[in-house]
Antibody
């Protein structure tokens, strides 16, 4: 069975850093573009970042450019999101996802990990 | 950025009702639009991509239409398991942008 499982969410002070991880099982994560999508408490969905299979292409939401970095380790079947200079507005559940936009295959999402930025 | 205006923000409907949700893009996005269903405490689930292509396994009571800037999601006969929040997504241009969501509640 295929799964994505996020981890690394925590309570962090404004200006702090956090690294989220997304572990893939049951399939080769290296085959796919991967994404991070977030959802602030009680709010809608917000796309955060895309990364292609070999990390040669990355795209970010304007408000996180220069602060967040998506990366991946295909050998370990992991996706990461390094989050620096965190702000209160970054407080959200962060989901990793693949096959969720244009692929005809079934979309795959993690369960989400909560990041809370507060003093 | 392309703004996606989704309406209504919420609606109350009964089992068996026909439900229509609309998304309007601030500029043309061809047919690069998807619809997602999300239940409380759960990750989203894709229903439709490329405006009208049903994700495998999604019931045929769900359908999508539109092009350019106006798009609709139709649920032909609402079922108990369809009470959820629905989101549209444009993926024509970065940054990808979602609509604000439509919460479908039981009447």
């Amino acid at each position: 069975e295929v799964h994505l499982v996020e981890s690394g969410g925590d309570l962090v002070q404004p200006g702090g850093s956090l690294r989220l991880s997304c572990a893939a099982s049951g399939f080769n994560l290296g085959t796919y573009w991967m994404s991070w999508v977030r959802q602030a408490p009680g709010k809608g969905l917000e796309w955060v970042a895309n990364i292609n299979q070999d990390e040669s292409e990355t795209y970010y939401l304007d408000s996180v450019k220069g602060r967040f970095t998506a990366s991946r380790d295909n050998a370990k079947n992991f996706l990461y999101l390094q989050m620096n200079s965190l702000r209160a507005g970054d407080t959200a559940i962060y989901y990793c996802a693949c096959r969720w936009v244009t692929s005809p295959a079934t979309d795959l999402w993690g369960q989400g990990t909560l990041v809370t930025v507060s003093s | 950025d392309i703004q996606m205006t989704q309406s209504p923000s919420s609606l109350s409907a009964s089992v068996g009702d026909r439900v229509i949700i609309t998304c309007r893009a601030s500029q043309g996005i061809r047919n690069d639009l998807g619809w997602y269903q999300q239940k409380p405490g759960k990750a989203p689930k894709r229903l439709i991509y490329a405006t009208s292509t049903l994700q495998s396994g999604v019931p045929s009571r769900f359908s999508g239409s539109g092009s350019g800037t106006e798009f609709t999601l139709t649920i032909s006969s609402l079922q108990p398991e369809d009470f959820a929040t629905y989101h549209c997504l444009q993926y024509n241009t970065y940054p990808y942008t979602f609509g604000q969501g439509t919460k479908v509640e039981i009447k």
